[in-house]
């Protein structure tokens, strides 16, 4: 099958996916969790269902600002807020009881902690990935050959990090879905699986090339059609899990799920369909300045 005669159409995929994620990020931004900001995590009992819109606004008319709420079921929801004192801890009590018209409630958990992820941290996360990526490309470079497949391996990670990013850009703005440890766990997953993805075709490119000679571009094809069968069936064992877990996994682990998810399939697309293209268009530009 001629893969490769599309490329340009994946390029405008990959394109498009790229301006909106990035235009997310500017945009709205992440939501930080209380991992980066720091602040009072409350959990509380209702015996009755609750609005939590109401009692957003009733907290939020007595000074006390709310992150979000979260309803995590059999009449428990959690609190996401500032650092509170034990003042502000009976204010809520009371705020709770007048809210909810009498209706009982139980405090289960009132906890304030400090940011686990401090900017020293975020900055020195950032040089790690930094030289990863590099070590990534050198040797990827290294083993075929060739800077090409080792830079376009990089640009498919790149992709891949950055459409994720985009995505939770834009479900933290609609759904209030925050960004904490679990997150940034897995971002470096996708990126593992993006470059793991990724070497598995440019292997059976480099086998193909010794055995039996010819143009990258026939090449290319080949190596695509004989390792999407095992690509997807890798991929979709991983996927049934996750939306297993985003379906009946809670509250606790239902956006990193998500976030799994969503770069299990960006890094399914973006072997065949981002790195391998990259490889052939550099090729086809190498030939073109040669032969002028």
Not at 82 to 88: M, V, Y
Not at 219 to 227: F, H, L, M, Q, S
Request: net charge negative; with cysteine; glycine share 8%.
């Amino acid at each position: 099958m001629d893969w490769m005669k599309h490329r340009k159409i994946y390029f405008l995929i990959s394109g498009a996916l790229i301006i909106v994620g990035v235009f997310a990020l500017i945009k709205w931004g992440l939501n930080p969790g209380i991992d980066f900001r720091g602040g009072t995590i409350a959990e509380y009992h209702f015996n009755e269902g609750i609005s939590t819109e109401e009692i957003t606004r009733s907290l939020e008319e007595e000074g006390i600002q709310v992150f979000s709420v979260q309803d995590t079921g059999e009449g428990k929801y959690l609190f996401r807020l500032p650092a509170l004192g034990s003042q502000d801890q009976e204010k809520i009590k009371r705020i709770f009881q007048e809210s909810t018209e009498g209706s009982d409630s139980e405090e289960l958990r009132f906890e304030t902690v400090g940011p686990s992820v401090g900017p020293e941290l975020v900055r020195k996360t950032i040089y790690a990935a930094a030289i990863a990526s590099l070590a990534i490309l050198l040797w990827v470079a290294f083993q075929f050959k060739s800077l090409k497949f080792g830079v376009s391996a990089i640009l498919a990670m790149f992709h891949d990090s950055l459409c994720l990013v985009g995505v939770f850009a834009i479900f933290g703005h609609y759904f209030e879905v925050e960004v904490d440890f679990l997150f940034v766990t897995a971002l470096l997953t996708t990126l593992s699986f993006s470059v793991h993805d990724t070497i598995v075709v440019y292997d059976r490119i480099r086998e193909t090339q010794s055995k039996l000679g010819g143009g990258l571009y026939d090449i290319a094809n080949r190596a695509v059609t004989e390792t999407m069968v095992r690509s997807l069936n890798n991929s979709f064992t991983i996927i049934f899990m996750l939306i297993a877990l985003v379906l009946l996994g809670g509250e606790t682990v239902k956006w990193f799920a998500a976030a799994l998810f969503v770069g299990t399939v960006l890094g399914t697309y973006s072997s065949p369909f981002v790195a391998v293209p990259l490889v052939v268009f550099w090729d086809e530009v190498e030939k073109k300045i040669r032969f002028r």
